[in-house]
């Protein structure tokens, strides 16, 4: 094969590759070998670079930035399209084309329906099957030559594939970056120090603006293309959904939801489902839009000013609205933190009226320049609480006020101290420039107290019946309780003539939190509050360390050691124990007969998993990674003779840098150091978890469903979800929220949308309610029971 050819075939079957990655999801190749073709390519094309072309996959980022932008006239105008924001404006919709069209009676018009993805239109043209320019809208007649930008985004095809393409044929679609590209980039942005972007369609925008191709190279866009313009020199098909399918075969990207109903009946359901799975669509939509499928009839019905006749855009309620900041409140929370909240001119966005907006923390408030009496746009998109995204500062008003951080509790007026956010890494506890706000009242301030109770109470934690956040409220502030402990002292007598108590409810109160004596393990952790530690963690710290004793005394490093624990997360649970006060709760709740149903013994994965190879990795030596403290472990094979160690003993150890010795000899002459590890060693001991224990293996039978991933969708009638949620987590189960390749099993009660579609499309095994109880009923779980 000559050179010539060798490059073809690799280009050819490189843009195959990405058809099946980008356009039918689903990649014949693992990444690495899409890898190795595209290095060979690069790798040939480097060495000849007569062959180069522009439509080579290597080509995608190139060209030097750009000064600006150049002006490009659209040989046919790009229209917008008329709104309808309700049923009637549908129906007259409807109406208006059926009389234009002059259908017999009964005739019902077949209609197109797509998703309205929020983000940019952009024209792409490709002749004899190559791109040759990619433009913006602009006002319709003449936009901005992209060709450059665009060709760094993965779903536009340089080159067409298959065959029968016109000869100039012009794409139209909306460029749009999906929710996770969106919150992905919008972090790493935040961790730059820089200003995050308000909503996707604006980040897709910013995207595209920029001068330097390379840029837009790294940020996560997506093309979704919703219908073609100039079409020279080939045939299209004479439905519009079918165009869509045609240019799906020719390398477009395909929107999953697109569909051909009949008439505005079947418009109005499709709105409706499409509203539905909103939230959970990968990337957001303001509508849907819906065209005369039939493209004679399009062209019979023709133009109103800037809008065709024959489609029309129902638009969602919006997920973005402006209004005013009346005052900015500061909130206690159950760890005391003290956060601005924005109490605002109620608004209605995303379905519901907001009057209340998190500020999340002074350092937010100081980003987006906040201050009373300003206009804002807040942002409600799916069940995420409502968000302030920024301030309209061209409506600021005169004398509008900044925001001061109270210096007393505005509940208890106890000082409000300032505290540093620490970050846990490696090499100990650093400050970072983030500060929090914290009540150091405790006991004292009934904001703390009183949520601390709720969450002890809550459905995921004791989960005791009756006792809602009124009801504590209500104790709370008769000082009828001031801790979780206190709850299992009150009396029926106590409750009555409360408001909503009389005797009866007095008595199953009180019941119902006796009865809630005995309690996992796992809900109890959790229910202690510890920051960061969710109900996940609490489970892991349960299921490994078996017992509450175990839970109160162990040291972070050794939490590092159960899944998902982290530096950070290590550090919150070890300050929560060792805290006074916190104890001192704790004993008093165990003193009030807390009895743990499942208290046992450590997991046996966790016995026998540490070597001291990794304590020495968890020490923060200076120099020292993984490899290093392998080696070190390797060479002294105990602690004792690696606190014995010097300069001549550490240079014996193979292939140790200087570094690491170094590191090694600080430490060691670091007395607290030393006591620490001894301190490690000895828990590790007195845990049986050290490497010299004896650790019987296998004793314990896997759980059923160890290593499956469940997804739980749509509306379960005879449990909660929550239920369902532990009876597979009981069962060794992980369930996540998200269909993928990796999921086994989704069980879907009705109501089920776009995860149940998206199983199906993957081939995924779906389960019923009924069989679901089934299943757990196999493994001995009385529903009934959960
Ligand atoms: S059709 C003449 N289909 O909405 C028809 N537009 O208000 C032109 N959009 O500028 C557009 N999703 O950027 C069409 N499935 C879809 C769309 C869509 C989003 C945008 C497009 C257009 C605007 C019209």
């Excluded at 601390?452 to 934690?461: D, E, G, V």
């Excluded at 504590?472 to 206190?486: R, W």
């Excluded at 208290?599 to 540490?610: H, K, N, S």
């Excluded at 978890?689 to 509306?715: D, I």
Aim: negative net charge; glycine residues 8%.
């Amino acid at each position: 094969m000559s050179v010539e050819q060798e490059v073809l075939a690799l280009r050819e079957q490189l843009n195959h590759h990405n058809y099946c990655y980008y356009v039918l999801d689903n990649p014949e190749v693992p990444d690495a070998e899409y890898d190795r073709l595209y290095q060979q390519l690069k790798g040939l094309e480097k060495e000849h670079p007569q062959l180069v072309t522009a439509d080579s996959p290597t080509q995608r980022v190139g060209g030097a930035p750009l000064g600006a932008f150049k002006q490009v006239k659209h040989e046919m105008p790009m229209l917008s399209l008329d709104n309808a924001f309700n049923e009637e404006d549908m129906q007259s919709f409807n109406r208006r084309v059926v009389e234009r069209l002059d259908a017999p009676a009964g005739e019902v018009i077949e209609y197109a329906c797509e998703p309205k993805l929020d983000g940019i239109a952009i024209s792409l043209l490709y002749e004899e099957g190559v791109l040759v320019r990619g433009a913006t809208r602009g006002d319709g007649v003449s936009g901005e030559d992209i060709t450059l930008n665009v060709r760094t985004i993965p779903t536009i095809p340089l080159k067409l594939t298959g065959e029968g393409y016109p000869v100039r044929l012009e794409v139209r679609g909306e460029i749009f970056m999906p929710k996770q590209g969106f919150e992905a980039l919008n972090a790493r942005m935040r961790a730059e120090g820089g200003k995050p972007f308000v909503n996707p369609r604006n980040a897709a925008a910013g995207s595209l603006r920029q001068l330097d191709p390379r840029l837009t190279a790294q940020r996560p866009l997506e093309l979704c293309s919703y219908s073609v313009g100039i079409v020279e020199g080939g045939e299209m098909p004479a439905k519009h959904a079918d165009v869509l399918r045609q240019l799906k075969a020719w390398g477009f990207k395909l929107n999953a939801l697109l569909d051909v109903v009949e008439g505005v009946e079947g418009c109005i359901n499709y709105y409706q489902r499409i509203l539905e799975q909103r939230d959970s669509l990968p990337y957001e939509i303001d509508g849907v839009v819906f065209k005369v499928n039939d493209l004679q009839q399009q062209k019979r019905l023709g133009f109103i000013s800037r809008a065709p006749r024959w489609a029309i855009a129902h638009k969602f309620p919006a997920q973005e609205e402006i209004t005013v900041v009346r005052d900015v409140e500061f909130q206690v929370g159950r760890t005391g933190a003290v956060t601005p909240v924005a109490r605002l001119e109620p608004v209605f966005v995303g379905g519901v009226t907001v009057s209340n907006a998190t500020l999340h923390n002074m350092d937010e408030i100081a980003r987006l320049d906040l201050r009373i009496g300003d206009s804002v746009v807040i942002r409600r998109a799916g069940d995420v609480i409502p968000q302030v995204v920024k301030v309209v500062t061209e409506r600021r008003p005169e004398g509008a006020e900044p925001v001061e951080i109270p210096h007393r509790c505005p509940v208890c007026g106890s000082d409000v101290e300032r505290v540093q956010i620490v970050k846990r890494t490696k090499s100990g506890e650093q400050a970072t420039e983030g500060a929090a706000y914290r009540c150091v009242g405790r006991l004292a301030c009934q904001a703390q107290v009183q949520q601390a109770i709720i969450h002890y109470a809550s459905r995921k934690a004791l989960e005791i019946d009756g006792l809602g956040e009124k009801i504590v409220e209500q104790l709370v502030e008769l000082k009828l309780i001031t801790s979780p402990a206190d709850l299992y002292r009150l009396q029926p007598e106590q409750l009555i003539g409360l408001e909503g108590f009389a005797e009866i409810s007095a008595n199953k109160l009180c019941e119902s939190i006796a009865a809630r004596r005995q309690v996992s393990l796992a809900r109890f952790i959790y229910g202690l509050g510890i920051p960061d530690v969710g109900e996940e963690t609490a489970r892991v710290l349960a299921s490994k360390l078996g017992t509450l004793a175990r839970i109160r005394v162990v040291l972070p490093e050794i939490l590092t050691w159960l899944p998902d624990i982290g530096r950070e997360v290590a550090g919150e649970i070890s300050h929560f124990f060792e805290d006074e006060h916190n104890a001192k709760v704790l004993d008093d709740l165990l003193a009030q007969g807390i009895e743990f149903a499942d208290e046992g013994e450590l997991a046996p994965d966790l016995a026998g998993a540490i070597t001291l190879a990794e304590l020495i990795d968890r020490m923060g030596i200076s120099g020292v990674a993984k490899v290093g403290a392998q080696r070190i472990a390797d060479y002294f094979g105990d602690l004792e003779s690696l606190l014995a160690a010097d300069l001549q003993t550490l240079d014996q150890v193979p292939k140790l840098s200087a570094k690491a010795i170094n590191g090694v000899l600080d430490c060691l002459d670091d007395a607290q150091w030393v006591e620490r590890i001894r301190l490690i060693e000895a828990q590790l001991l007195a845990f049986g978890l050290h490497w010299s224990c004896e650790v019987e293996q296998g004793e314990q039978q896997a759980a059923p469903l160890e290593g499956k991933t469940y997804v739980l969708t749509g509306t379960l009638e005879q449990m909660a979800r929550s239920k369902a949620k532990a009876a597979l987590q009981q069962l060794g189960a992980k369930v996540s929220g998200s269909v993928s390749k990796k999921t086994d099993c989704v069980v879907a009660g009705p109501g089920a949308g776009s995860k149940l579609a998206k199983a199906n499309e993957l081939g995924i095994p779906v389960l019923d309610e009924d069989q679901f109880i089934e299943l757990l009923r196999e493994h001995s779980i009385d529903p009934d029971s959960l």
